[in-house]
Nanobody
Framework: QVQLQESGPGLVKPSQTLSLTCTVSGGSNTTSSYAWVWIRQPPGKGLEWMGVIHSDGTTYYNSSLESRTSISRDTSKNQFTLHLTFVTPEDTAVYYC???????WGQGTQVTVSS
């Protein structure tokens, strides 16, 4: 059974950088295999795909977030991390880490951007 667990701050101040880490456990689903995705859901809105890191380490980002987003990974720890710079209150959302093809999801973590 694959498990994904997000971790990071629940409250971030505007203009700061948000960093969230996803730890993968169970099965043979290491972060050096498959693609791993970050998705978020702002309050009252739908899911927004943020970006992906593929098994070879290449990354792709939502064009609307690309200038502020990066995804990295630490295969030795089976973790991948989202960095979102210069956050604003519009970045308030529940953030999910997901295994591609969207068959396993973390439980989600609430992030609020507020001063």
């Amino acid at each position: 059974q694959v498990q994904l667990q997000e971790s990071g701050p629940g409250l971030v101040k505007p203009s700061q950088t948000l960093s969230l880490t996803c730890t993968v456990s169970g099965g043979s689903n290491t972060t050096s295999s498959y693609a791993w995705v970050w998705i978020r859901q702002p309050p009252g809105k739908g899911l927004e795909w943020m970006g992906v890191i593929h098994s070879d380490g290449t990354t792709y980002y939502n064009s609307s977030l690309e200038s502020r987003t990066s995804i990295s990974r630490d295969t030795s720890k089976n973790q991948f991390t989202l960095h979102l710079t210069f956050v604003t209150p519009e970045d308030t959302a529940v953030y999910y880490c997901v295994k591609d093809p969207y068959d396993y999801w973390g439980q989600g973590t609430q992030v609020t951007v507020s001063s």
